[in-house]
């Protein structure tokens, strides 16, 4: 099988200023290689602190690898430019850990859900209501949802509004990023029922980082460990 997604001997290093004014590097990420085929889950494991989410922010380009590849399709991405970036965000999305904080509690449902599709550019104001009543109901959730805001929901609905915001665009993978860790476990399954059913309806590709074990083995289909 083709990678969709390939990682080479990816680095990122930090420089932090000390409160004397030294300069001192921190590794965040050293020599990260792998390599995740269409339609495949992948999940990525380890220890607090040793760079799973720094390997997210850099995959969907939110830091530049300092050292190292990110290639879709072939095509490197690792330096994309500004212009480049918005089309490739809309193949590869991010979830979030946290629900709450990453849905602007200043905007509805419906605005969250159509804000992508409105930067997009590539739909009518009545189509994209129609697509965000689409993503609710394949969530679980209903179009009543549209008019509410964040803070009326469970944890366990704010992060099906985080997977539907994050299907807008149509990607083609999905970053989870302890997605379930904030959570009842009652919830936990739940909501990776629903990303095991995306997945085989809208044939996506999960790279899942998480430190639950036993969720990794449920949803993933090859387990990669970062150590340190």
Do not use: W
Not at 159 to 175: G, K, N, V
């Amino acid at each position: 099988m083709a990678a969709l997604l390939e990682i080479k001997d990816l680095q990122k290093t930090f420089k932090v200023k000390s409160f004397f004014g030294a300069t001192t590097e921190v590794h965040a990420l050293n020599g990260v290689s792998l390599a995740i085929g269409k339609g495949e889950s992948l999940g990525i494991v380890g220890e607090s602190g040793c760079g799973k989410s720094t390997l997210a922010n850099l995959l969907i380009r939110l830091d530049e690898p300092t050292v190292g590849g990110i290639f879709l399709d072939g095509q490197n991405i690792s330096h994309a430019k500004e212009k480049d970036l918005r089309k490739l965000r809309s193949r590869i999305q991010i979830v979030f850990q946290d629900p709450y904080s990453s849905l602007s509690p200043r905007m509805t449902v419906e605005q969250i859900l159509t804000e992508p599709m409105r930067v997009a550019g590539d739909k009518e104001p009545k189509e994209m209501r129609k697509t965000a009543i689409d993503l609710l109901e394949l969530v679980g959730m209903r179009e009543s949802s549209l008019s509410r805001y964040p803070h009326e929901f469970s944890g366990g609905q704010r992060q099906r509004l985080s997977i539907a915001r994050a299907l807008t665009t149509e990607p083609e993978i999905l970053i989870l990023d302890e997605p379930t860790s904030a959570l009842d476990v009652s919830v936990q399954a739940q909501v990776l029922n629903i990303l095991t059913d995306l997945q085989k309806k809208l044939n996506l590709t999960y790279l899942f980082i998480s430190h639950n074990l036993a969720v990794v083995k449920y949803i993933s289909d090859r387990t990669a460990v970062m150590y340190r």
